[in-house]
């Protein structure tokens, strides 16, 4: 070999090492024993350790946080097939535990990483190490992030009624459909509640809308405390609210219905320097397989509601057919 020709080998061999020192993404190279060979620039920076103390050291001692067992399983995929690995932050938000870049307005603490494990091999063609590539997503991760949370939020607001914070009627008559569907299929003893406000009309015309509405928000708050985590509990319009009770007979049902009315006619609704009573009047009905509907099933609630008001309000009447 010329000196010409050593020359310039020394030259590319600088640049490659610069631009392995300069290039923004973690590079680690590790041998079969997970011996740091490599350890660049990025690596440093973010770790806050140098090369001359990473080098020849175990990565595991060099870090005892890191998740060793699915690490070492890609390691020992790559060494073994000679391929390339991946992860992405969606599937492991991070290897290491590096600060980001701009965690107050970046949206995120810590960073979050995308993952290669590159097999470099030998002169005898076999993966004599693995270069371990880290790359820096969280700018990514925090858009994707926040665009799904922004989604679920609307998801959230087309489906829930403003005031009351309960399901709005459109999608409560979804879930009451399904279920209708559900009880068609396999049978079950699901029921559903509907009950209104005794004689709101007149705090509304007495006091206001806003005096109405602090009626309404404490019916649904108290209504909200009720339901359990699989029952639907919604506003069906006005004064009017629903619940879905799946999976409870009728028994259970009059007994929600009688927990609730008793629940009400017990509190006291504030409302600046008001403190009103209010009552509900509840009607019940429970799938049956005659049913042809879902919309017939809570015509039969309603019906139910309506035997209830007009046998003197403040109760819970449940659906039976007359005909029998």
Known sequence: MTAQEKD??????HWMV???QTVDVGLVVLDSDNKILLWNSFMENHSGIRSSQALGNNLYQLFPHLPQ???QR???ATFKLGSPAYSTWEQRPRLFDFKSYRPLTGGSELMYQNLTLMPLQGADNTTAQVCLLVYDATE??????QLEAA????ARLSRTDRLTELLNRGYWEECLNQ???RGQRSGGESSLII???DHFKPVNDTYGHQAGDEVIRRVAQLLRSTARETDFAGRYGGEEFVLLLPDTPAEGALGVAERLRKTLESTQVEYEDLTLQVTISLGVSVFSPDLVSASQWLERADQALYQAKNSGRNQAHLWQNQKK
């Open 18 to 20: 610069q631009m392995l």
């Open 74 to 76: 890609k390691l020992d």
């Open 151 to 154: 989604n679920q939020e609307l």
């Open 8 to 13: 310039s080998e020394l030259t590319d061999m």
């Open 179 to 181: 279920e209708f569907l």
């Open 69 to 71: 067992a699915w690490l």
């Open 195 to 197: 009950f209104d406000i």
């Open 140 to 145: 990514n991760a925090i858009s994707k992030l």
